[in-house]
């Protein structure tokens, strides 16, 4: 099975490797245009930090967070995302 997987995946990427390539990755993310969307919408950090459509990721940590830190019984053992 990873042996397909990987071929899959690799096969599914291979049409945008030359785009991702040729981007430039000096502009910041807000201005990025030069990417195909379907690898734009996958990019889930830039420039240091989520991308605005996962910046969900962030408050659930935070909700993670506070919950372990509210949950006497938990010992410590909460896995944080």
């Known amino acids: ?31 990025v245009k030069d990417l195909p969307v379907e690898i734009y ?12 459509q996962y910046d969900y990721i962030a408050e659930l940590r935070a909700l993670n967070e506070r919950s372990t830190k509210n949950d006497p019984d938990d010992g410590g053992s909460s896995i944080n995302a």
């Open 41 to 52: 919408n996958a990019v889930i950090c830039a420039d240091g930090k989520l991308t605005p």
């Open 1 to 31: 099975m990873p042996r397909e997987a990987s071929n899959h995946f690799g096969s599914k990427l291979m049409p945008f490797v030359k785009q991702v390539v040729e981007s430039n990755f000096d502009t910041p993310w807000a201005e």
